[in-house]
């Protein structure tokens, strides 16, 4: 048989793709590290033509003695973490809900994930400004109606916000996912576990919810890898104040308001170190449970 | 103690009536094998009884006591599935241990009891596999020990041995006779395979679109079916059914015998015909004859190997003991 030469010939023909990609991937990150080096503040009158001085690790050292940077790396896994929590709790609940027979199912599984079409800047504002504005916004209303203070989202319980606006978001996908994976149990182990005396929490816990892990475990690793870089959440709401300063975030303003671009990248550096210190940690996790 | 009985029990589907009022009484301790053909309404029925579907009418009892409304788990019976519903992410110790474990059983007790059982289904050295690392007839005996261990009242089998190879099937069929004259419990057993309700049923109890058409011992369903799906369904190979002026001359609208019961000669017998395809099994050799005045070729089983051919021309004679009668409405005429 031909293997060895149709092999060489996918190879050849799946090249470009693997060289856009890896150009794609390449070019910014080589970019990010050569600048952290550098001193370039555009400002100051750095520019690429007149060539960048050399600082060595001094962006590195700055970034990370800065008094931002913890609280930023905290406000990260806090709202992460937060998310996540809500949506697999929330997803599972509302995956069982809707794996029942009822009336009118389609439409509302078709409602249910119409969160996840929505721009991120436009939900957030929406958030902001309809539903949780201090004065004239639905939960003000709300909490008027029972006779409490209103509470002024932004700035009060303004992690909490950024975590239910970005839930709000990803609480479709985590449902659909663990919908899919709901109907692929088999109802006789349901009905073996009823007449082995489980009863409801039982099945539930015994049952559904290992058949979910799987699902679970995908859900997390997956909006882990989107989670860490929200940004337009907490651009369109707080503006990363009120500590929700994530890393991303941080980032951002380094380069964008402080003009400092080196200072930046080692910041983008040192975010990359994260991301792959709790894809490491996941993966472990993961891979139980996914081999099997 | 097992003693189930079945008042007046009916279920519909919405609309759709799927068993029509039936009353049935499973002795203690009987091997009962509900049989009939695809869709006819058995797992249903069982389902009822397990308490997995609720009756739209009648009454379930067991051991005297009303048990139409009380859940399944605590009707006290067990339910070995046709897709085995193991638990995929236990081992095997865990999966048999589960129902002593819903039950709140300590931990050594739960032990000697999964021991116990493995020792009997011969899972010893499987304890701490998982189902997907089984084969499929240790998967089937996994499924059994899952319900033994709970000591329940009566076990309930739906087509346990559909998914198993042939040679398997014969293996598990034995074995659970043999555990059925180990523990005495009564069992309920479902298929569609009428070697099975043959070789293991104490009682067979023969369904068709939801009707109990006969109950009995396989050799009274046999020796005298009650109908002509009865007749028709019980024996392998099938019984000959033959209609017309032949059965006229026997007093009767159809008149069966089966392959077993007709003897061969060369030179004379009640009916000529020619020999079209036959079967050898080394044992027996089945021979499908095509008789005048008869539109079905007549099966019939001769003892051994036997020097018949195609094409040739041979005397069929039916043992006159053994010929079946029924009247217009398929019903048996004695
Ligand atoms: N949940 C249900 N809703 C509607 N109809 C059903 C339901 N379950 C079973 N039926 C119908 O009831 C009839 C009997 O089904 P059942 O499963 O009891 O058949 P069976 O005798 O076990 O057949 P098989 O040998 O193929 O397993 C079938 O016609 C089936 O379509
Ligand atoms: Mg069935």
Not at chain 1, 12 to 18: D, E, F, K
Not at chain 1, 89 to 118: E, K, S, T, Y
Not at chain 1, 163 to 171: G, H, R
């Amino acid at each position: 048989m031909a293997t060895r030469h149709s092999r060489s010939a996918a190879r050849l023909m799946m090249a470009p793709a693997v060289i856009l990609l890896m150009g794609w991937m390449l070019v910014p990150l080589t970019m990010t590290l050569y600048f952290s080096f550098k001193r370039y503040l555009p400002m100051r009158g750095d520019s690429l033509e007149r060539g960048l001085d050399w600082v060595g690790f001094e962006n590195y050292v700055r970034f990370i003695t800065s008094s931002s940077f913890w609280p930023s790396v905290q406000a990260t896994l806090l709202i992460v973490g937060g998310v996540l929590v809500i949506t697999v709790i929330l997803g599972v609940l509302l995956a069982i809900l809707l794996d029942q027979p009822f009336w009118g199912q389609g439409v509302v599984r078709i409602l249910v994930i119409a969160p996840f079409f929505v721009m991120p800047t436009v939900s957030a504002l929406v958030w902001k400004n309809m539903m949780m504005d201090p004065v004239n916004g639905m939960f003000a209303h709300l909490w008027r109606f029972f006779g409490t203070q209103p509470v002024s989202w932004m700035s009060d319980a303004s992690v909490q916000s950024i975590i239910l606006i970005v839930s709000w978001q990803w609480l479709p996908f985590a449902t659909l996912i663990l919908l899919t994976a709901i109907q692929s149990l088999d109802s006789e182990q349901l009905e073996a576990a009823e007449m082995d005396g489980a009863p409801v929490l039982a099945r539930f816990w015994f049952i559904v919810l290992p058949h979910l892990g799987r699902a679970i475990t995908i859900v997390i690793l997956i909006q882990t890898i989107f989670l860490l870089s929200i940004f337009a959440e907490i651009f369109v709401t707080t503006g990363g104040s009120f500590g929700t300063r994530t890393l991303t975030y941080l980032i951002f303003q380094r380069v964008v308001d402080s003009q400092n671009i080196g200072l930046g990248s080692a910041g983008g550096v040192y975010a990359i170190i994260l991301a792959n210190i709790i894809a490491l940690f996941l993966m472990r996790i993961v891979g139980k449970n996914l081999d099997r | 103690m097992g003693r189930i009985t079945l008042d007046k029990v009916a279920k519909s589907f919405g609309e759709v009536e799927v068993i029509p009022p039936l009353d049935l009484t499973i002795e203690d301790g009987e091997f009962v094998v509900f049989v009939g053909p695809s869709g006819c309404g058995k797992s249903t029925l069982l389902r009822l009884i397990a308490g997995l579907e609720d009756v739209s009418a009648g009454e379930i009892r067991i051991d005297g006591k009303d048990a139409t409304a009380v859940p399944p788990a605590k009707r006290g019976l067990a339910m070995v599935f046709q897709s085995y519903a193991l638990y995929p992410h236990m081992s095997v110790r865990k999966n048999i241990a589960f129902p002593l474990r819903m039950a709140g059983l300590d931990a050594a007790e739960q032990e000697r009891r999964v021991r116990a059982a493995a020792d009997v289904l011969n899972l010893t050295d499987y304890l701490d596999r998982r189902p997907g690392q089984l084969s499929g007839g240790q998967r089937q005996r996994v499924a059994i020990g899952r319900a033994i261990v709970r000591e329940p009242s009566a076990f309930l089998f739906d087509e346990p041995l559909s998914n198993l190879d042939a040679a398997l099937r014969v293996g598990m069929r034995l074995e659970i006779s043999e555990l059925h004259n180990r523990l005495k419990t009564t069992m309920i057993y479902v298929t569609h395979d009428q070697v099975e309700a043959m070789t293991m049923a104490d009682k067979i109890v023969v369904l068709r679109a939801g009707n109990i058409e006969q109950v009995g011992s396989p050799l009274e369903l046999y020796r005298a079916p009650r109908n002509l799906f009865v007749a028709g369904f019980i024996g392998s190979p099938k019984m000959n059914l033959i209609g017309g002026d032949i059965a006229a001359r026997h007093h009767a609208t159809t008149i069966g015998i089966r392959p077993e019961h007709i003897s061969v000669s060369p030179e004379a017998g009640e009916w000529h015909g020619t020999v079209g395809v036959s079967e050898h099994l080394g044992s027996d050799t089945f021979f499908h004859v095509a008789c005048e005045g008869i539109p079905e070729p007549v099966t019939v089983r001769v003892g051994g190997e036997v020097s018949l051919h195609h094409g040739d021309a041979i005397w069929l004679t039916p043992d006159p003991d053994h010929l079946h009668r029924f009247d217009k409405d398929g019903l048996r005429v004695a």
